[in-house]
């Protein structure tokens, strides 16, 4: 016999209480999002690097040989390039201030598919070595971020567009507002036109590395910051520089804001005399 009391009550289960219940909800949440989280950092990255790899071994064998058609003296002029179709690689960047892996080929397009191969290009916006803006978007983290560390870049930093048959040498402008300390940045690498175009002329708003709202889209504007500038006299030379602006997002792991780089051309030179000064470096 059983004394009244022993074992296991009457048999009924107890009721999971809604503390219980709720902490049970917030760990499977919790577990789904570390995976997404996985995913988002390391399987897209690998996705990424295989697309990345493909579009490289594609440039390259479009490109074999035409760097060796090339006269070097003829070559400190940007040649023009025949419009990319979309999705398609048609030129590689380099950042080399960041390491010397830093190196990336630009699909045509913005889309989704398009940026998770590399680096891609705002169709509206002018190619590697047009007066104007050439403008590249790429992911800061998980598909490969390509863009990952753009914050590290400083004023004279190079960012080198590689073509068929060139090396076009963009050089980041000056952070500083002040016109004085812009003139003093600026001579470090940037010829006495530019300088005086990025202190004190129609370029003198232009920041190498800044901050902005998702919906700033006037900086890959032609002149970047202002609409509309199309290819109109500018207030100290004649027509547009040649610009450069990379956009990506900021923070780190976040799209709240745009991180935005900007720099000129400073140096064309032609692949056949070998790698530029700014890869040397």
Known sequence: MHARGEGHGDGHATRP?????????????????????????????????????????????????????????????????????????????????????????????????????????????????????????????????????LDRLAPCDAVVMETATQWLTYRLVPDEVEPAARRATAGQCLSPEQVERFAVGDYSHVRGLHVTTPDAVEVIAPLPGVTGAGGAESTVGPGLERMLTLTTCHPLYSNAERLIVHAVLTDTTSKSAGLPDALEE
Request: cysteine-free.
């Open 17 to 149: 209480s809604v503390a219980q219940i709720s902490g049970e909800i917030l760990l499977t949440i919790s577990a789904i999002l570390a995976l997404f989280v996985v995913y988002e950092l390391h399987w897209t990255d690998l996705t990424s690097a295989r697309l990345q790899a493909r579009a490289a071994t594609d440039l390259d064998e479009r490109w074999a040989g035409r760097h060796d058609q090339t006269d070097p003296a003829a070559a400190a002029t940007p040649a023009p390039l025949p419009p990319p179709v979309l999705g398609e690689a048609f030129a590689r960047v380099h950042l080399p201030a960041l390491g010397t892996d830093a190196h990336y080929v630009v699909v045509e397009g913005t889309r989704p598919e398009d940026l998770r191969t590399g680096p891609g290009h705002y169709e509206e916006t002018q190619l590697p070595g047009e007066p104007g803006n050439i403008a590249l978007a790429g992911h800061r983290n998980g598909s490969g971020g390509v863009f990952e560390h």
